[in-house]
């Protein structure tokens, strides 16, 4: 079956701690993304790239980090800096520029 | 940057009823509106796209128009049923990045 893995669902961590969620994709898409889901709004992009080895900063990237040293996985750090992590984290993948977003099933952190 | 606007952010209907959904955008530049539906606990799943050079689609019960002139799109159910209960987003996208909507959580009563 394609599709993306994210672990873990659930995360829990104490203030001062660096976490590190995870997402797979097998669907051959070049473009992965990170977003963030607060209650009762909307997603808020925090990091994409579209190639291996190559990320860009979305509009809430402090805080956080990613990495993409293969095709089919990226990684999101969430770092000691980030001031209100708790949140639901969704990772994503399209072929393209404007192609299908696919979503991961989500990872839910909440800081202690 | 793109702004993207929803509304309303909750719409109760009664079954079979029609709902409808509404999204403005900013930047003219975008060229592909999909929508998702996302239920609790889960990500969102796409169930209806457009792109900027088509007017409306239809999937079954469900349609998306776009008015470019005014940067306006919309999602239009119809006949709904309790399992269209759930959380949707419209989304702009231009150059592999996608901008949300806040979100519509609508409550279909039996």
């Known amino acids: 079956d394609g599709g993306i893995t994210q672990s873990p669902k659930y995360l829990f961590r104490k203030e001062g701690q660096n976490v590190t969620l995870s997402c797979e994709q097998n669907l051959n898409h070049d473009a992965m993304y990170w977003y963030r889901q607060d209650p009762g709004q909307g997603l808020r992009l925090i990091y994409y790239?579209?190639?291996?080895?190559?990320?860009q900063k979305g509009d809430i990237a402090e805080g956080y980090s990613v990495s993409r040293e293969k095709k089919e996985s990226f990684p999101l750090t969430v770092t000691s800096a980030q001031k209100n992590p708790t949140a639901f984290y969704l990772c994503?993948?399209?072929?393209?520029?404007?192609?299908?977003?696919?979503f991961g099933e989500g990872s839910r952190l909440t800081v202690l | 940057g793109e702004n993207v606007e929803q509304h309303p952010s909750t719409l109760s209907v009664q079954e079979g009823d029609s709902a409808v959904i509404k999204c403005t955008y900013s930047d003219s530049a975008s060229n592909y509106f999909p929508w998702y539906k996302q239920e609790l606990g889960k990500g969102p799943q796409l169930i209806i796209d457009?792109?900027?050079?088509?007017g409306e689609k239809k999937d079954q019960r469900i349609a998306v128009t776009l008015n470019k002139t005014a940067k306006h799109f919309s999602l239009h159910i119809t006949e709904t049923q309790p399992e269209d209960s759930a959380v949707y987003f419209c989304?702009?996208?231009?150059?592999?990045?996608?901008?949300f909507g806040s979100g519509t959580k609508l409550n279909v009563k039996p």
């Open positions: 457009i792109r900027s050079n088509v």
């Open positions: 790239s579209q190639i291996v080895n190559d990320f």
């Open positions: 994503a993948s399209s072929i393209s520029a404007s192609g299908e977003l696919f």
């Open positions: 989304a702009a996208s231009m150059d592999w990045k996608f901008y």
